[in-house]
């Protein structure tokens, strides 16, 4: 088990934690008075990357902002931000993680550079993806898979309701 308190992108802890993490408050509460939604929109390496953290199990937080890797289910009550998540991200607010694999749920909106898996959100967003985004809005530069949602763009087409591209 571990807790963090208001961890931010400048900190590089090298921490790795099998288990429970708790932060509380986590500084991603604060994320809505930002600069507007911070989508992930650069193409990015993660061969060797440092992590600051690396969270194997279950995050729990008021919402994690920082460079870390979510291995398991990472849970931001308010708004969240990760390098890696491979498993399940769930936010009441938003989800930015960098490269998803799993399911991305958030009440808000979603954004992933590099999406495997399933996005279900009012806004979902990601550069390069693989599975299946439900939404008011689903925008994706490259995308294969379907989605679902009142106004869907993939490379190939904008439609409202269903959209697909499986090339």
């Known amino acids: 088990m571990s807790f963090g308190f208001l961890s ?14 708790l ?5 991603g509460f604060l994320s809505f008075m930002g600069n507007g939604f911070p989508n992930a929109t650069s193409p990015f390496e993660l061969n060797n990357y440092s992590y600051s953290e690396v969270m194997n199990g279950l995050n729990i937080s008021t919402g994690s902002w920082c460079d870390c890797n979510y291995n398991g289910l990472t849970i931001g009550i308010v708004g969240q931000y990760g390098k890696l998540g491979n498993g399940f991200s769930l936010a009441g607010g938003w989800n930015i993680i960098d490269k998803q694999n799993g399911l991305q749920l958030a009440t808000i909106a979603n954004s992933s550079y590099y999406m495997n898996g399933v996005q279900i959100s009012a806004f979902n967003f990601a550069h390069d993806g693989i599975g299946v985004q439900i939404g008011i809005l689903n925008n994706s530069k490259k995308f294969k898979g379907l989605q679902l949602g009142l106004w869907n763009v993939n490379q190939k087409r904008k439609l409202p309701l269903i959209n697909w591209n499986f090339e």
């Open 23 to 27: 932060e509380i408050p986590g500084i």
């Open 8 to 21: 931010t992108m400048a900190d590089h802890r090298n921490v790795k934690t099998n288990g429970l993490r």
